[in-house]
Nanobody, 125 residues
């Protein structure tokens, strides 16, 4: 599966941003999907993930309550709605796909087979 992320940009603290990820192929619903991010000088970290059906989603503690992941299997898309953004949310955000159904449950960076090119999110204070 090929992934392409859209929607990054420069916003102020407290603003909202919506990231979209378009996936190619007819087997999109077979993949658990996740958003991971990497800030300058830091390791990649888990942000949010959603199961293949879209019925369950998981979040890191740092974004819980502010970010929402969703998917539309008919349109091969994954959305990350980002509200109440903070400067510490500044990072490159990657759309990822995993062939492991359990990947969203783990809250880990590993286990994702496919990565998009990343989109920059910058939150100014």
């Amino acid at each position: 599966v090929q992934l392409q992320a859209f929607g990054g940009g420069l916003v102020q603290a407290g603003d909202s941003l919506r990231l979209s990820c378009a996936a190619s192929g007819r087997t999109f619903s077979r993949y658990a999907m996740g958003w991971l991010r990497q800030a300058p000088g830091k390791e990649r970290e888990f942000v949010a993930a959603i199961t293949r059906s879209g019925l369950s989603s998981y979040y890191s503690d740092s974004v819980k309550g502010r970010l929402t992941i969703s998917r539309d299997n008919a349109k091969n898309t994954v959305i990350l709605q980002m509200n109440s953004l903070k400067p510490e949310d500044t990072a490159v955000y990657y759309c990822t796909a995993s062939s492991l159904p359990s990947a969203p449950h783990t809250g880990r960076v590993d286990g994702y087979d496919y990565w998009g090119q990343g989109t920059q999110v910058t939150v100014s204070s």
